[in-house]
């Protein structure tokens, strides 16, 4: 499948939404291994660890393809990629 460069923003700002939402319920809940979470705090904070995961990955590999559709580096594709959705963040 081939992604646009608009599709790949959108893909860093979910991924960065939800790694922000495992930071608040770090914060909120405390290390994973510092103290023992109640069920339903350890359920929440591993679903959104999961999502964080898959977005994180779906976007590597979007990356990826682009980079490799376009020719160009993956590191450059990635660079432009989180500058254009912090701008749009902004």
Do not use: C
């Not at 893909?11 to 994973?32: C, D, I």
């Not at 590597?60 to 490799?68: D, H, K, P, S």
């Amino acid at each position: 499948m081939s992604y646009t460069f608009e599709e790949l923003v959108a893909k860093q700002r979910a991924a960065g939404a939800a790694h922000t939402q495992v930071q608040e319920l770090r914060a909120a809940y405390g290390p994973p291994a510092g103290r023992q979470m109640t069920g339903a705090e350890s359920g929440t904070y591993e679903t959104a660890l999961r999502a964080w995961r898959d977005l994180e990955r779906d976007l590597q590999t979007a990356v990826n393809e682009y980079a490799r559709d376009t020719g160009r580096s993956r590191a450059e594709i990635e660079t432009e990629v989180r500058r254009a959705a912090a701008e749009e963040e902004e």
